[in-house]
């Protein structure tokens, strides 16, 4: 195999963020990211104490959304959010940008709402993920283009302190003409164009789409070191069975 097991199980924050997560539902979520040793679990902000408690002594970090999914909550209540899920056994914090703000390009606005976040995770010892949510900046915005708006969103970020940026929550469902609804979150082409456009201590996580172990292994080809993915168990039973295969 082209990576060990802890190489790519290290790289997947086990997404537990479904609206409709019941507590068990997240519990049980809770002990599978122990059980196959992953980096860490992304949960909403209520159940970052429950899932600390359920991971203590595992090697899982507890990560939490804020902003989650949209990121129009005002910088202060961001701030204020970030701080109680840090106090409550947060370690990761996965913030999502004001996009509509963005889109105006409003830069310093969005730049003090992402240092806001980060300089209130980083007193408390927390690493922040920043999320663009690719999906509704394909257009670009602000007089860019598409690539060279979240080129510019890759600077902000690493000037306003960040430790990852993100392609998406996974819930950024865009609306076509015909009404429906549809979604790519991470694809190579923004991997990599994250990767070549932050500043070499900033870090890329994939969120949306990697379903399979070859798709984790094609973004940890692209440079990303963290991937959100709700499909964890069968990733890394899939890296099993292929690891004791005869040769």
């Known amino acids: 195999m082209k990576y060990t097991y802890d190489q790519l199980a290290q790289m997947i924050d086990h997404s537990l963020l479904h609206p409709t997560m019941t507590d068990q539902e997240l519990e049980d979520g809770c002990r ?39 990121g129009n909550s005002a910088t202060e209540a961001k701030r204020h959010e970030t701080g109680l899920a840090c106090r409550d056994g947060a370690v990761e914090i996965d913030m999502v940008i004001n996009i509509g703000k963005a889109l105006s390009g409003d830069w310093d606005y969005v730049e003090g709402d992402i240092r806001a976040v980060c300089d209130e995770a980083h007193q408390h010892g927390a690493k922040v993920k920043v ?20 080129r510019r969103l890759c600077q902000i970020a690493g000037r306003a302190g960040a430790d990852w940026v993100k392609t998406s929550t996974g819930y950024g469902f865009v609306k076509g003409a015909d009404g429906r609804y549809s979604y790519q979150g991470a694809t190579e082409h923004d991997l990599a164009l994250m990767r070549a456009s932050c500043p070499p201590q900033v870090q890329v996580k994939a969120a949306g789409g990697v379903r399979d172990l070859d798709g984790l292994i094609r973004v940890r080809d692209l440079g990303a070191t963290r ?21």
């Open 32 to 70: 599978v990211a122990a059980r196959y040793g992953v980096a860490s679990v992304c949960i909403k902000p209520y159940a970052v104490q429950r899932a600390a408690g359920l991971l203590k002594g595992s090697g899982v970090r507890v990560g939490a959304v804020i902003g989650f999914p949209h």
């Open 131 to 150: 999320i663009f949510e690719n999906d509704y900046l394909t257009k670009g915005g602000a007089g860019l283009g598409g690539d060279d708006f979240k």
């Open 227 to 247: 991937c959100g993915t709700t499909a964890t168990a069968a990733i890394l039973d899939e890296y099993r069975r292929r690891e004791a295969a005869p040769r």
